[in-house]
């Protein structure tokens, strides 16, 4: 399969993974491995890298030098708390420049707040963060953080968690067709059918958690998305058929068919 690029980095997989909900680091650890993942993201407000030096430390299992670790805001719901969260996962990760930011809207739906989302991100490209942005499904709004300067570009599917798959493939069509940067459906993934959707309409990639840590077989599900991710690029690369509305067409060549008795 050809590779992702990000901000000038070159990734053999598409398939970006969470760290949240699992039963401990050893199961996050064997779910991310059954992924092939090279990208994790990681809760900084929710998960220990370092920060609480007394409690089990994520970075044990999941260690930088083999992954590249993505820290997101998950859980902000101003700019200044998403901005001071990335900061100090900067700190925490020796420098490190590549974050995922959401600022959200209500803790109900957890839809992104898209004015705060662009006044964090304008400031977060200017401080020399590469940004990696979860979105609504807004195609106008895709086309500003893009132009802000965010490296890629993560509209949500649906949900955040719930697992209901990707409700409006026509706008995320449209983010696709207009963006020069990379374009990974991030929220609403819930099995490996979803995926490949996905990436068999365009995207550059899947980012998900909660479809592989709820699932019962957490694992086994890595396993899954893997090689759904891996089907809906190779597909997608392929060129499917056109659709033909109300028209049959055999699959066996028709010359020097015997004719048929009946009369159509």
Known sequence: MDNLIIAGK?????????T??????SQTRAAIEASGADIVTVAIRRTNIGQNADEPN?????PPSQYTLLPNTAGCYTVDDAVRT???ARELLDGHSLVKLEVLGDPRTLFPNMVE?????????????????????DPIAAKQLEEIGCVAIMPLASLIGSGMGILNPWNLQIIIDNA????????GVGTASDATIALELGCDGVLMNTAIAAAKNPVLMASAMRKAVEAGREAYLAGRMAKKMYTASPSSPVEGVIASTKTV
Not at 10 to 18: E, I, K, M, P
Not at 123 to 129: A, R, W
Request: no cysteine; glycine share 6%.
């Open 86 to 88: 990335l900061r100090l």
């Open 10 to 18: 070159t990734y053999a997989s598409r398939l970006l993974v969470g």
């Open 180 to 187: 020069k940067v990379p374009v990974l459906v991030d929220a």
């Open 20 to 25: 949240g909900k699992y039963q401990d680091f």
């Open 117 to 137: 989302t662009l006044k964090a991100a304008e400031i977060l490209v200017k401080e020399g963060f590469d940004v990696m942005v979860y979105t609504s499904d």
């Open 58 to 62: 994520l970075l044990d299992s999941v």
